[in-house]
């Protein structure tokens, strides 16, 4: 159990956290309601996966290697880091949008 969640841990730079954070907010913020959850889940999901990919050509990488580099980091990290990523996201966007029906006045 303690290789599997060193495995986790390794998985994710501050950029991961950050993405996580800002996507997730604005997951939250987009829903109108509890059933668009996997949908939305699934836009911040991809959005973080190609939010490097368009950080590294503003910063001068050509685009083919900055798409190498994009797919690498989805290789390189692993299955359970994704599945691990997915589920941070479910969590924290269903949570955000509870919390944003509590302070609706």
Known sequence: MEAILDRISGGFTAMDWWLILVWSLFGALIMRRMTQLPVVVGLAFVADTITPYFLRIATG?????????MLARLD???GLVLLS???IYFVLIGLLFTLKGRFRS
């Open 61 to 69: 990488v050509t685009p083919d290697f900055a798409f190498d580099l």
């Open 76 to 78: 390189g990290r692993g």
């Open 85 to 87: 990523t997915l589920f």
